[in-house]
């Protein structure tokens, strides 16, 4: 079975300023996908990125990008120019490229973004 | 708009009681999700489906039970015997097939509290 592994529970930044949230995770699979939702204090999951693992390239939507390390298993989120409003908190998941069954969620990283 | 709702967003259940927690998409996703979210946890799979009247057990489905009657449709029951049920409820919807890079959309989600 897949595990998603988040071992920093809360961060804080600076406005302004960049912050990497980390998250590794174990597969035997070749074929997968990997994604960073937010969750704001309203509860709502919001998708902020994703990842094919077949992708060298790393993903990368406006301030967020992505650093996978397909070999190690890694896949941070790189948060640039942090605002008040990315204050959250932010899962990595995986989901399997045989499967439509489920995403494997890790533990989350509580953002504070600080004035 | 396309999306998810979820209702009620708070319910309270007595000792004994079943209560039903309702999911409606109308995004014509063909597979539905429900997640049960602990404080400090990410997200656990209780029960999914990939097609009408088919569905499968996650990984805490022990208490719960489900319905695929419909497309749109895909109603959560917390039964009695589940002895913790107070949590947060999520339900998802996404593609399936070929096009598993497709994120879960997700509800705002159902707090759950015994009285």
């Given at each position: 079975a897949q595990t998603v592994t988040q071992s920093q529970p809360e961060m804080s930044v600076q406005e302004a300023e960049?912050?990497?949230?980390?998250?590794?995770?174990?597969?035997?699979?070749s074929d997968y996908y990997l994604f960073w939702y937010k969750q704001p204090p309203s509860r709502q999951m919001i998708l902020v990125i994703r990842q094919e693992a077949y992708k060298q390239q790393n993903a990368t939507e406006n301030r967020f990008s992505v650093n996978f390390q397909k070999a190690a298993k890694s896949f941070s989120l790189k948060i640039s120019d942090s605002q008040l409003g990315d204050a959250a908190m932010y899962f990595c998941a995986?989901?399997?490229?045989l499967s439509a069954r489920q995403l494997t969620f890790g533990s989350g990283t509580q953002l504070t973004v600080l004035p | 708009d396309g999306g998810i709702t979820q209702s009620p967003k708070y319910l309270f259940r007595k000792e004994g009681q079943n209560v039903t927690l309702s999911c409606?998409?109308?995004l014509n996703h063909d597979a539905m999700y429900w997640y049960r979210q602990d404080p400090g946890q990410g997200l656990r799979l209780i029960y999914y489906s990939?097609?009408?009247?088919?569905?499968?057990k996650g990984?805490?489905?022990e208490g719960y039970s489900v319905s695929r009657e419909k497309k749109e449709s895909f109603p959560l029951t917390v039964t009695s015997a589940q002895k913790n049920p107070t949590a947060f409820y999520l339900c998802a919807s996404s593609i399936v097939g070929t096009a598993s890079n497709?994120?879960?959309h997700f509800g705002d989600g159902t707090r759950l509290s015994i009285l």
């Open positions: 960049t912050v990497t949230l980390s998250c590794t995770y174990d597969t035997s699979e995986y989901r399997s490229a | 409606e998409q109308n990939q097609i009408v009247n088919d569905f499968q990984d805490i489905a497709q994120p879960q």
